[in-house]
Structures are given as C-alpha cells and as structure tokens.
C-alpha cells in the first residue's frame, strides 16, 4: 500500500525532534505548551485551539494559566544550589510566585526528592492547589546546611487558556481513526516527548498516500485536555471513532507494552494484539486496571470510545519515570521507530480489515489459476494452506482479524494472500456501511 | 448498616440453642419436630403448619406421622444393650412398633452398623418402607452372644401431620430473599442443629434493622418438606426470590464450602462465591453434581428458584456424617459464628447489589472533593485506585457484584466505596424493577 | 434397539471387502469406479450416477474420464523394471498415453519416488494438466543405468463420465444423515479402501431396522466427487442433513483420531466427540486447519454442512500415507471394527438424541416405584446418582448430549438410564419439528 520508507531516517527524524523539544517547559497550559505546537507545525498542519479559563468541560474547569521564567534557591552563601535554567523540573509544577527568605526548615516544606533515588530531581505538579515549590535530587537536598535561604520562584498564574492542537487527515470514508497524544510534560523524553514525534511521524504516513478512513491526531494537555477536548467533540467521536490509540509512552528500547481498553475486545484492542504478537511476541499485556493516561477519559462510562495503549516502558514501570533521568538518554531512534512501526501496522491493517467473502461454494479450482501445484503429491495440499484457511474462514461473517484468529495466522501475513486472492476473484469484500 | 455485634456472644447463643435442641428425637413428621419449632418460637416469631397425612405434592404424598416414646434391647441375661433412651439414633428412623423376643441371627437382619466406623451409630431411616430396626456400633454388636434377645420399640405410625414453620419478615421490595434450613434431623448437630440454629440468627439479624427485601425463612423436614413447601408456594415462590440460601452444615469449624445453584451465575451464587472468596479463599468449591440436601428440590427444572448453600464442612464429606459422632463435640460457637457471618455478610451484598452509574462524562474531579492528593506524585494515582476503578465500571450496567470481579477487589470491601461516592454525588443507583 | 452383532464377522467382512477392491485401479473416473461400486452393490443397493465430462459444478469441470490397460518400462537390456500389473501405483495417476524409447534423463524428469521412504512406491497425480510419468520406489530407481528405455502407457483420456453412488435409507423423519466415502484411490488400503468398506457395512446396520432418521450414503470420487454431489443436492442437503460423517482412513489399528467441523460444535461434532472421549479417551482431536479430505468441500462457506471425520490413524499423518506400504497388512479386521463400531455408536446417539423433560415439579419418588433404596443410609444417593442427574438437567432445554456433558457420564452410559425414566412415566421427550 505505501513505499517502503528508511527506517533509520524516520527513527533519527523523531529523535531530532524529541531532542528539539525537550528543554522547553511545558505544562498543562502557557506557552510552553505552545511553542511545542508551533514547532510540530513545521512538520505537519496542526491546527490550535485556545480554551479560556473557567470552561466547564464535564466535571471539571479549565485552570488559570501558568508561565514562568525563572526558578532559583540562593543558598546561605549565596549560590544557586538549585536552578530552573539548568533543569525545569526543579520547579514544582504550577508553583505560585515567590521571592523571599526563609529558614532551611521552612524550604524542606516546600522540596521534594526521592530518598530511594538520590540523583533523580522528580517530577511534582500542584494543578488544583496553589503552592509553590521546588524539587530537587536527594544527594543534593542532603548538603544542605542550615541558614538562611532565598528561594525565587518568577511565574504567573493567571486568567488565560489552554492551548491544544488538532488535525483531521480525511479519508473516503467519514469513519475515523484517533490518535491523541500529550504535550504537558517539562523536559522528559519517554513519557511524555516521544509521543507528540511519533504521532507527528504517523501523521506523515497517514497524509501519505490515500487512506479509506479519516484520521484524527489531537496533541493535548493530559486529563483536562482530552476532558476538554471531549466536551467539546465528543458526539462526533462517539458516532465516527472506530479505534482509536493513545500515543504514549514511545521511545525507549526495552519493551512493548499494550493496555487495553476498558472493557477490551474493540477493533483497536483486536488489532493492536493481533500485530504485537506477532512482531513482538514477548508484548507485555497490562490489564485496564493499571491504566494511567488519557485512556481514564476515553474509555470513561458514557465516552466508551475504543481507545488503547501501544507502548514501549510503560508509565510507572520503568525506574526513571516521572524523574530527570528520563531523559534523551533514554529514548533512542531504534525506540521511536520500533514503536512507530507498530502503530503504523495497526494502521494499515484497520485499512484492510475487511469482511470478506469467496466467490464460490465449494473450493475453487486453484489450480487453473497457478495457485495450486498441478501434479498432487503428499505434501502439496500444505503449499497452499494459508490460502485454503483463508477461501474456509472467510465466509462473510468473519473479518480479517476474525480470520487471522481463526486460522491462526497474523494478519500482516494475509494482507498479500488477500490481494492475490481477490486479484483472482475468489474473494470479495462484503459491503458494509462505512 | 447495622450496630456492630458482638461476635462471641451470637457464636454462644447459637450453640445454646443446639444444645437445648440436640436431645430432642425428630423425624420428617411427629412431636420432635413440633417441640424443636416451639423451642426456636422462643427466638423468633414462626409461624407453623399442619399438613395432613396423605396429602399430595407434586410426586409425593405426606407420609404417616411417626412418634416414639421407647425402645431397647434386653440380652439373653436382662441387660439394655441398646437403649433409644441414652442416644435416639439407636432406633432406625420411622420404625413400626415391636415388642417380641428373636433369637441373635433375626436380630442381627434389623441391626445397622458401620463396620468401618465402630465406634459410631450410624443414622438410618426408612420413611417410606415399614420396618423395625435398631442402630449400633459395631463395638457393641461384635459383642452380642447367641441367645434370645427382647426387642421392644414402643412407636406409632398412624394419620398425622406433617409439620413446618416459616417466618416472613417484610422488607420495602417485595423482591424476597429465601433461607431455608431442616429441622428433622435426630441428636445430630452439624447436620442438622446448626442449620436452625443460625437460621433463627440470621432472622434475628435481619429483624433488627429495615430492609430493603422481604426475607423468607422456612424450618422444614427434609426433601418431603421442601417439596411439600414448593407445591404450596411454588408461584410466588418463582415470582419473589431473588435469591436463596439452604442452610445447613454450618456448625463445625474445620471448612468453608459451597454448592452451586443447579446453572451457576444466579445472584446468590455470586455473591456467595464473592464473599467466600474473600472472607475465606481456601473455600471448597463443589459441583452441583454433588448434592444432596434441598437444593435437590429448590434446584430442580420446573422449580428453579436460584438456591445456593455455603456450609462448613459439607454433609457426606466429614467423618462423622450420619452417625451419633456428629454431636456437640464437633460443632463450636466459632464455627457456628463463622457460617453466620458469612451469610450474613452475604445478605448485606444483596441488599447493596444495586447498578451504579457514574453522574459524570470523563473521571470526576476528586481533587476538589478532598479525594485525591493535590500534590501529584508519581504515586499519588495509587492512592484512589480503588476509587477510579469503580467509577470505570459502574457504567449503567454493571452491578455491584460485576464491578467487584471486573476490577478484583472484595464486594465487601467496596460498600464503604459506594458511600464516598454516593455522599459525593458521584455515583447514583439506577432504578429498577423492584 | 438392534440385536448383537458378531463383532468379529464384522470386521472380517470388511477387511474380505477391502481385498476384494484392492488389486482394481480406480482413479477419480473411469472403469476401477464403475467396477468398485458394482462389487459393493452385491452388499447394499446403491444407486450409481454418470456426470459427462464437461459439466460444470461449481468452480470445477468434471474432467475427461481416464482408463487404462497396460505400463511397464523396460530398461536397456529388455526387462520389465517398472511393471503396472505389478502395482497399479507405478503409473501416474491420469497419465496420458505414451509408447517411445527415452533415454535415462528423460525417463528421470517422468520418475516419482521418495528419497526418504526408498521402499515406498509414492501415489501422485496429475488430474488438471497433462502428463505421464511412473512412480517407483526409490531403491529401484538408483539401480537404473544409463541406456534407452522403452516407455509404455496403453491409457485413454477421453470424453466420458464421472461416476458416483448413492444409497439413501428412508427413516420416519426427512431429516438426514449423511455418511460420505471415496472410491478414487488405487491400491491402498488405509486411504482409501476402509472407508467404502465401513461405509457398506454401516449402510448394512441401519437397514437392518427402523430408523428414526433417513441415511444417505455418497460413495464419490474425493473432491472433484464432492463438489459434483454438492452441486447437484446442495439445497436438499442443507435443508435435510443433521449432522454428516466424511467416512475415511478407518482401518488401521493404531489410533482413533477426529477432525471437526468448520466452527465446531454441530450435532455430528458432539456426538462424535462424546462417543470417542468415552469409548477411546486417548483418541487425537485434529483442527479444521488440519483438514485435507471431503470436509474441505462439506465445510465450505456456504455449503456449511455439520461434517466431521471420525478415523482411525489420519491421512498425512502415518507413514505409509499415499504409498505402496498402505497396504493390506496395514489395516485389520480389528482397526476396521473399531471403526465401525464408534460410527455405529454415534448414529444410535444421534437416533436417541432427544430434548428431555421430567413430568413432575421436584424429584420423583423413586423409592416407590423400586428405583431408590427404602432404606436411607449415608451412601444410598450414590446408587441412584446417575438417575438423579439425568432428572435433575433433563428440564426441556438440554439434549440428551447435553445432559451427559453437564453431569460428566458418557451418552452412550445414559440410553439406559433414558429408557427406565421413559417407561417410569418420569420423563418425557419434547416435541421437536422433524
């Protein structure tokens, strides 16, 4: 269906932009948010959307905006024994802003570190509350001394909006495909850089060639911008959405993982199954109860939209996730790709997925058609079983997932047996009303 | 729901009862039977019934009433080898009146005993054949020398009644939930004091708060008593219950089981299994296949009431089965308190068994309802899992017993779940039928 | 329902039968057909169909009728190395005529043979292109030296016919089963001459009494065979047939094997499957994938007929597969008894196979009419427990191979126990429409 592509050069072009994006500061609003957006718009058409504070969207409301432009702990001597500019994650997410002197008793109440992982500055956010606060690796926390401490905290929380962006690839049919990613995190490459590059690689793909479905890529904040972003869409996704990925977790080379959707068993679920066991057997299959990102909202009671999880390491369960050493160390172009091939395949067999239907009763005369060895032996019935399993389970009521189960094949492996046979005209897709 | 109580003392006050109970000789018909009711009248509220002699239900017929005031053996030398009057198995049940003297071979062709067993009377009856016989360990048989031997069984089998209680307690549905035990068992106490004696708890249990079903509590013989109950109650029995509980063999301490409804799957088969699961997880779990109390007949096609029993050690599965070893000695307070709490702890699942729905599009806000940190943390997810998982899964359709085994955790432990959520207004019951 | 057979003159019959046809060189049309049928009507009345090459069925053609006289070659010094009248497997099935000299190359590109089975004459054909060619074991082919050899086939590939039989025995119900054998194969015993011999003598066992169901019987060339029969009954078949047995490789004694339906679970699935887990638990249950006979045209989409194989030591899967060494002495008058007597066993379940009700509410009282013990001892339910169980899943819904599945005792077991509760009055069959 499409060329081949270098694999390699769609690996580093990920990396590159992983790499790009990684020293901004992003949170769930302000402009690191979108400055990450007007960069991924070199690559492809995203559209942005700007929410005002206090939007309803379900439960929830859109929250003041936050920016900041500097973060430093001066300590009794006068150095910057922590400091924003070297790494934004020493800055509790959505700190208040603050200037002022205080005790080393008074600033242990606003640190935070991981005792059982010294050298890691971990990421904390405060969303819903307003506190400042800095966070800071444990080794470093440890010299402290006691004096006096001027601690900065230069941002804003203010009336604003939350910034998303959005792109619809249409297809011939209006039945479409979802891919969400989010673009919140401050300078992390797994979880959460990797998603936003190979969503925009995937983009690219899609945009491509022809596809039979539509395809939509949201790049939003995570919770309150798939929250929001469903309020406003959601009866259009609950009547086009035939699967849908959510693209996290991305970039590291130790693993794959899947986590379904809640109550499994979708086309999403079906296919991303389907394909890591057979490109990556030894898949690490979560369960909908170690759920974790944007599927909470997805697959909610009332959204219910077909939505999974095709990942690398996944969030929680990897030691340096949600702390600074997730890294660019962490994420490498063989990761990036290795993940993007597989949402790419997912792809390309939803494309494919057809009911299908053979043309006769009975077996067909394979062999008038070169198909089927002329002179008959022991052995040669085995030649073209996959073709026979195909011709048997493709009766109309099984798709070609259902066939692939039945037979015991990957699907990737039919998608040519399916051209060679419908090409012959022993099998027709049945209509359906996509 | 309910003031807690205080567990010894309901443990004391069952086994009390069976041990004012135990001396008492009961068959399926006579004045055993009538004192056994008069004593449980004492504790709760029954109402009895006479069902005369001849009387049809279903297949069968009540049988003449049988009452026994002595019976003994005399030996060739004077001496009561057997006496009705030191254990009341000593006489086989329903035998006719004899008063005569048969050498030792005739004797012996109207003795029972369990050569395996010799310690033990075994229990033998033959309701529905007339007979003379006497019970005996086989110890002492082994010991009878040849001689004239004087039989004597001073009982009488004539037209009667046949005779049962009930206790209805009225709840706000008219939905009903039915227990039902046995009380025609001789001097025997796991099978079958215990039965009555939690039943008449449970009844007081369920007595002493309101109820959102009506409880149906029956103190019959039996299998004849069983079906005699279905055949006058059959239609409302099939129109009301929702559930039911045959409560026997809940006095010894050494197991849990359970024996399913004829199908499975009924709400009283899963919420026991869920509790059991929970309370007690080295529960055996038997088949169908291996019944042998009322079930037989609440189970059977045509009748279909969805009856389950949770039991201590299982009838037909202890030693001590059937024979006068089944006495005070085996059953406890602990155990009889153990089977009570886990009916009980079964009833208050089904009066909690609503379907539940989320009030809310997307996961609620629980960080403004003081239910999730504010502070997040790469842990601060696991802390309202439990939470989050409900909201998943109670989605219109699930009720509280699918949404247990959905996301793995207790039934019992997610009441007090169900009352955050509820207070919060996160979660509503959906109405229903009853 | 039918007397006792002598299970030896069974299998000596079939086994006389089997070498009656042995020696006779069928292929797929032509005389060997015509004379097979013509030897096993002198057992059973079939009814024999002339298809005229040409006709379509299906995708297929019926192909030009192929007979033959005469092959051999002769080596260089004028001696027989490959004679036909020796093994009829020495020539290439369909060959085309041929009488020229060659020298050894040539004569090599027209040799079939099995390096790794170098006793072993191969059976190969060439049915849909023209060829000619000899098989030969391939320690006969290594002594041939270099020189001219003289190649003979004195065959005739001409216009003609394709000829099939057919017997059907009426029963009281137009529903069918259906058994369907092949008589194409040359000299091999195992596949394909156990089938036409279990066949004619099955054929043999419903005529000799009144049957509920009608039988019918196809004795066909495999595939191009099936196709043609299906082509010319496939609405009466998919209206009438039941269930349906492809009767092949049933004449050795090593092993019992099944091959299921398309989907599984048809009448003819779990009847095959019931008889066999009972009678030969150690028999290999094969997948549709595994398939390779008549089942490939039965099974297919759209035809959909509820057929399965029952066998012996499956084709493809025993050494002597479609060679010279499947032989007379690989198959016995015991391996064909076996055979028989499974497929007997099925069609007796299927004749008895009922939807069954109890006509009374409860258990019956069975001590009354002398089918439980009056005297009421701790092991007396285990006596009637198979009685019980069969009363207690016999609720108008089950069948009868339904109820041997939910109570774990074979079907064949519960005939018996069917027909004491039937003249008991206690159950009932249900009304069904055939």
Redesign the interface.
């Known amino acids: 269906m499409t060329a081949p592509m270098d694999n390699r050069s769609e690996g580093l072009g990920m990396y590159d932009l992983v790499a790009q994006l990684f020293p901004i500061c992003r949170s769930i609003t302000g402009d690191g948010v979108r400055r990450t957006l007007e960069i991924i718009k070199a690559h492809i058409p995203l559209e942005t959307y700007e929410v005002p504070t206090g939007t309803k969207?379900?439960?929830?409301t859109v929250p003041k905006e936050w920016n900041i432009r500097d973060a430093y702990v001066l300590d009794p001597r006068g150095e910057k024994v922590i400091d924003f500019q070297r790494n934004n994650l020493h800055v509790l997410?959505y700190s208040t802003p603050v200037d002022k002197t205080v005790t080393l008793a008074e600033l242990q109440e606003h640190l935070?570190s991981l005792p059982e992982q010294s050298n890691a500055i971990?990421?904390?956010?405060?969303?819903?509350?307003e506190?400042w606060g800095f966070c800071v690796a444990d080794l470093v926390r440890n010299t402290l001394s006691d004096g006096e401490y001027r601690v900065v905290i230069d941002s804003e929380l203010q009336e604003g909006h939350l910034t998303y962006g959005e792109l619809v690839i249409p297809g011939s049919s209006s039945q479409e495909v979802l891919l969400s990613t989010y673009v919140c995190h401050p300078s992390m490459a797994n979880n959460e850089l990797s998603g936003p590059a190979v969503a925009t690689w995937l983009a690219k793909w899609i945009a491509g060639a022809p596809r039979r479905y539509t395809y939509r890529l949201v790049f939003i904040p995570e919770?309150i911008g798939?929250?929001v972003y469903?309020?406003r869409n959601?009866n259009h996704l609950k009547e086009h959405v035939i699967a849908g990925f959510n693209v996290t977790c991305v970039g590291d080379d130790r693993a794959y993982s899947f986590l379904p959707s809640?109550n499994g068993g979708t086309l999403a679920d079906r296919v991303a199954l389907n394909v890591l066991q057979d490109t990556h057997p030894e898949f690490k299959a979560y369960s909908?109860?170690e759920r974790?990102s944007d599927e909470?909202?997805y697959?909610?009671?009332?959204?219910?939209l077909p939505v999974v999880s095709v990942m690398r390491s996944k969030y929680?369960c990897y030691p340096e996730?949600?702390?600074s050493l997730d890294n660019l160390e962490l994420v490498s172009p063989q990761g990036l790709q290795g993940a993007f091939n597989v949402l790419r395949d997912c792809l390309e067999v939803i494309e494919r997925n057809d009911i299908y239907?053979?043309t006769?009763?009975?077996?067909?005369?394979l062999?008038?058609r070169g198909l089927y060895p002329?002179?008959?032996?022991?052995t040669s019935?085995n030649s073209v079983?996959t073709i026979?399993?195909v011709?048997?389970?493709?009766?109309?009521s099984n798709d070609l997932l259902d066939v692939s189960e039945r037979?015991?094949a990957p699907v990737l492996s039919l998608l040519p047996v399916i051209d060679t046979l419908v090409d012959s005209g022993l099998l027709s897709g049945v209509e359906t009303e996509d």
């Open positions: 969207a379900f439960d929830w997410g935070h971990p990421y904390v956010t405060s969303y819903y509350e506190r919770t798939s929250i469903l309020s959601l809640r909908f109860l974790g909470r909202q697959c909610s009671p009332g959204v219910d929680g996730y949600h702390t239907r053979t006769c009763l009975g077996e067909p005369q062999g008038r002329t002179l008959s032996t022991r019935y079983r026979m399993d011709l048997a389970y493709a009766d109309g037979i015991g």
